[in-house]
Structures are given as C-alpha cells and as structure tokens.
C-alpha cells in the first residue's frame, strides 16, 4: 500500500504539480468533460442540494450552477496538487489580501485568533499565505488522511509554508499546549457534524441544518477574537481573501450567535455566486433528532 502511495505521489501527482499554470488548467478542462459528461461524479447530489437550496431557481437556472461548479471543482483539484510544488511567490502573487493588518493589530495586543472560513472558492491557496502576512504561529485543523504516507506528506506541505497542522482528534489538546503561545487557529466550519445531536441546528440555505461549534466552544473557552476570511473568486486561477470581524470578546456572546453569524456569512457568500462552493459533499445526511 505504501509502495503503490509513493509510486502514485511521485510518478502522477507531483508531475502534475509541476505543470505550468496554462497546461495544468487545460489538464483541467479535460477532467471537466470526464466528470461532468463521461463518467458522472455525485451529480445527482449536487443537483438535490441545488435544488433544496434554491427552490426559487427553475431547471435551467440550476443547470447551469452545476456546470459551472464541476468547471470550477475540477481546478480546485488541480490547485490543490499544485501546493504541493509551487513557490511561495506563486501562491502569493494569486491571492489578494485584504485588512491583514487586522492580524497584526491583535498580535500586538498579545491575543491569539481563530479564523474562520467555509468551503467556498479555494480555501487551500490563502491558507497557506497566513504565515507571510502575519506574525502568529498558523495553525490549521484537518481531518487525519487514511493513508500514512498521505498524511505526512500533506502536513510536511503545509510546514513547508510555515503551517502546523492539527488532526481532528488533537484539537482539545492542540489548544491547550499552545494557549501561552500567540497563534492563529484555522477552522472550516461549514462539514457536517458527525454527531447532529452536538451540532447547533438553525436555518441555512432554505434546510434545517446542523451546524459544528467547535469555533464559539473554544473562542468562549480561550476568549479568543474570532475573524472570518471571505474568500471570493476573481477569476480562473486568482482569488482574494478579506478578513472580517466575527466578535473580539466571544465570553459576553449570547450562547450560538457566534456560529450563527459564521453560517450567515458564509451563506450570503455562497448565494453570490453558488458554482464556487462544494456541492459534492453530503451537507444535509442528518435530520434534526427529536426533542432538539
């Protein structure tokens, strides 16, 4: 297996990142038509989740959402491999920052932050760029990879940036050996919870929806300031990234109006311009238990 891994990585992936940007977005456009024509990946669940979320958009309309997603998703594949290769320059020259400075101010006033964003446009590239334009430690959560050999190659990417990375299950401790440490702690908050009995259910995208906490848990916990990054697409291959100010003092906060106010930025996001968020994945498998 980790034979196969290693052949994989070395002979497909990094051959792949190693690709100009002009080749790497026609190898794109390629496995647009596969996906999207040939062999149909989750269409049926990107079309149900566009259609529970828009019921005021005819087919058509939807149709056309969906197309643009899979053109969009099918360079957000390849951006993703291209980290594993591109130079800090690169990626920098491709993502516009705007109020960074908010960054700063908070680390001259000595307080760590968590970041909040969503899976919208390409969350991969700005996440690598924080440790060139702020002075905290970067640290970013994410879901430990089955594969070994995956794994550590994908934590040594993002070290390479200057990025620690925290696994899932390592977050509670995370915080805690680094809470005399100033650092910025990054969050995906739109998943699904794995438990919809812990999750905060409210309204979104016209579906009842269970919502993670774990941002207001540790932000109330550490009283953290919590800032979103909003990130929008500008063009094939460019984005911009501009930080917002969710709440400087999370322990005064009525309890969910954190996470509420996350999930309502990010749906406004996502109602803008709906091809650039991630329909492929399962949003709303779970219904709200009884008695919730």
């Given at each position: 297996m980790i034979l196969f891994s290693a052949l994989l990585y070395?002979?497909?992936l990094i051959p792949i990142s190693l690709l100009p940007f002009p080749l790497m977005y026609g190898l794109s456009d390629f496995t647009f038509i596969l996906l999207y024509y040939i062999f149909p990946y989750r269409k049926k669940v990107v079309m149900q989740n566009l259609k529970n979320s828009f019921p005021e958009k005819n087919d058509e309309e939807?149709?056309?959402?969906?197309?643009?997603?899979y053109r969009h998703f099918c360079d957000l594949i390849f951006e993703s491999l291209k980290i594993f290769t591109a130079s800090n320059k690169a990626i920098?020259?491709?993502v516009e920052l705007v109020n960074a400075e908010l960054l700063e101010k908070y680390y001259k006033e000595k307080k760590s932050l968590i970041l909040v964003t969503g899976h919208y446009?390409?969350?991969?590239?700005?996440?690598?760029?924080?440790p060139f334009h702020s002075s905290h430690t970067g640290t970013g959560i994410y879901k430990k990879l089955s594969s070994a050999f995956f794994d550590k190659r994908l934590r040594n990417t993002r070290a390479r940036f200057g990025t620690k990375l925290m696994s899932t299950k390592e977050v509670g401790a995370f915080f805690e050996d680094h809470k005399n440490e100033l650092c910025t702690y990054g969050f995906i908050n739109d998943q699904s919870p794995s438990d919809p009995r812990k999750g905060y259910w409210m309204q979104f995208l016209n579906q009842d929806t269970a919502m993670l906490t774990g941002v207001e848990r540790y932000a109330?916990?550490?009283?953290?300031?919590?800032?979103?990054?909003?990130i929008t697409k500008k063009r094939r291959g460019y984005y911009r990234m501009e930080y917002r100010v969710v709440c400087e003092d999370p322990?005064?906060?009525?309890?969910n109006e954190i996470t509420a106010i996350c999930s309502r930025i990010n749906e406004q996001i996502i109602r803008s311009a709906p091809e650039y968020w991630l329909w492929t994945h399962r949003r709303w498998k779970h219904k709200r238990p009884e008695g919730m």
């Open positions: 070395y002979l497909v939807l149709k056309k959402i969906q197309k643009e997603f920098l020259n491709r446009a390409n969350w991969e590239w700005p996440a690598v760029t924080l109330v916990k550490y009283n953290y300031p919590v800032l979103y990054g909003v322990s005064s906060m009525p309890a």
